[in-house]
C-alpha cells in the first residue's frame, strides 16, 4: 500500500469500485503463492462467486472467512445451480489490498451437503489489525473482502466505529441502507434479527406496493430457506456491507417464523404441529448457519442452535450477543398489545434461566468499559396507554417483566460500569433511558437503549417530530423516535460512546441518500442519554395521539 493512504481510502477503495481489489489474479509463485489447486470432480462453466464474502465473530488472534458457491442463486431446489459435488476452494489472508503480502492462505471443501458454504476459522494472526481476504475455485475469484481482529485483551485498542441494524425485508425496498452504512467505514457490524423473511411473494404487502418480490413459497423447507438466503445475499448493497468489516449476528423471529416462541409456532402458522415446527426450525437454523459468518460452535444440531455468545473487544468492550426466542417462554396473553398480569409472572423468561445466568455471570467477570447487549426486542418499559392500563407489547421484554428485571439488577449488582442495550424489531429509531422502576420516573437510570429501525420493513416511512410521538409522552424515560428506514452508527470510546441515527429519504427509489436525524452522546459512569444535535422537522402536525398511538402498533405488529 502506498504510504500515505488512510483506512478511510482502503474502506473507500473497497465499496466504491465494487469490490474491485478481488480482480488481481493470485500469485502464482514465490513466498505469497497461492496454495496449488486441489484435484476437483466437476468444472464450474460461470462464477460461482455470486453471493459475496463475509467475514465475523472476530477475536484478538482472528475471525471467521465465509462464503457459497452459487451459480444460479435462486434455484428452487436451494442448491445454487450447483452440481451436488464438493469442491475445494482457496483463501488467502493478506496485510493489504492488493495480496502483495500474504500472511496466511488454505483450501476448504464446499461440500454439497451444506449448500457448498464456506466457513474457514482463523488462528494466528495479530490482534488488533485490519486483513483482507478472498477465495478462488478454478479460475474464478472472489471478491476481496475486508475484516479485522479484536484488539489484545489488555488494550482498549483504537475508537471503535461499530454500526447495527436489523428487519431488512427484500420486497419492501431497496437495501441501500447496507451501502450507506458501508460507506461510512465501520469496524464492526452488528446484525440484530430478521435477516430476511419467510414470506412467501405478495403476502406481506406495504402502502402503495411492494418494490420487488420473493422467490418461492413461505419459507419451510431446508430448500426454501437456502433459497431465501440466496436471493437476499445476491443483493449488491448487502454484499457491500458484508465486505466491508466483520459481523456479529443473531436472529429475531422471520429468520424462521413470524412471533415464534422456543417450540410455540405463531398463530395460523404453515407448521402448526409441534413435530412439524421443529423440523422447520431445523431447517432454518440450518440455513442461517450455511449463510452466515460462524463459528463452528453455532453448528446447529436438529432444532437447536447455540448463538448467544461473548465478544470481548479488548478492554473497551464486551458484546453480550443474546437469544431471546429459542428459550422464551410462549407470549403472554395471546401476543400482541395488552394489559396482561402474566405478563409480571416471576416465572417466565424471554432469556430461559440457563441463557439469564449466563448474561448475569459476565456481568459478574466484566472488566470492560462498555457492557453492551446486541438483542432483538425492545428493552424497556413501553406503555401505549395514557390512562391507568398499562398496556405494552407481549412478544417484547415488557411481556417478560421480571426477567426484564432480574437482567437489570444483574448488572446493577455487578457492577458494570456502563450498560448499554442495542435493539431492532420495531421498524423505528428509538432511544430511551434505561430505569430500575419504570412506574417512577424518578427512579435512578442505570442505562440506555439505542434502537435501531429497520432496512426497509415498512416502506419508506416519513420523518417525523419526535415530540409528536405520544410514547414519548406517556413514557418520560423514552427520549426519540423516528418513522424512517435507516441505521445506527456509533463511535464508541473510552470516556463516552456517541450514537448517530442515520435515516434515508426512501427505499423505493435506489440509491437514496442518507443523513443524519439525531445524534445521542453515553458519557463513561453517567447511564443515560443526552441529545446533541437534532434534524429540525417543520411539517405541520395532522394527527391526534390516539392516531399515532395506533399507527405506530400497526407498523410494529401487521402482518400478512
Known sequence: MPEGVSAFNRRSFLVTTGLAAGVAALPATGAAAAPAPARRRAALAADPFTLGVASGDPEPDGFVLWTRLALNPLAEDGLGGMPFVDFPVQWQVAADERFRRVVRQGTA???????????????????????????????????????????????????????????????????????????????????????????????YNIPGGNVRDHEGPETVTLAGYRQRHAQYKSDPDLQAAHAVAPWLVVFDDHEVENNWADDTPEANSDTPDPAAFRARRAAAFRAYYENMPLRRRSVPKG??????????????????????????????CGDGYKDCAAASDPARSILGAEQERWLIKGFRRSHARWDVLGQQVFFAQRDNNAGPLKVTSMDSWDGYVASRDRITRGWVEAGVRNAVVLTGDVHAHWASDLKENYDDPTSRTVGAELVCTSVTSGGDGADSDPAAQPFLKINPHLKFYNNQRGYVLTRIEREEMTADFKTLTSVRAKDAPASLKARFVIEDREPGLRQTYLRPYDAVRTKTDRDLVRETVERETRRP
Open 303 to 332: 432444532p437447536d442452535i447455540q448463538i448467544y455468545r461473548r465478544v470481548r473487544w479488548g478492554r473497551l468492550a464486551n458484546f453480550h450477543m443474546l437469544d431471546t426466542r429459542q428459550f422464551r417462554d410462549d407470549q403472554a
Open 109 to 203: 471443501q464446499a461440500r454439497a451437503a451444506a449448500a457448498h458454504s464456506v466457513h474457514v476459522e482463523l488462528e494466528g494472526l495479530r490482534p488488533g489489525h485490519e486483513y483482507w481476504y478472498r477465495f478462488r475455485v478454478g479460475r474464478y475469484l472472489s471478491p476481496a473482502g475486508l475484516t479485522r481482529t479484536s484488539p489484545h485483551p489488555a488494550s482498549y485498542g483504537p475508537d471503535l466505529a461499530m454500526g447495527f441494524v436489523s428487519c431488512s425485508q427484500f420486497e419492501h425496498g431497496w437495501f441501500t441502507a447496507y451501502r450507506r452504512l458501508a460507506e461510512d467505514h465501520p469496524d464492526l457490524i452488528l446484525h440484530l434479527g430478521d435477516y430476511q423473511y419467510e414470506y412467501k411473494k405478495g403476502a
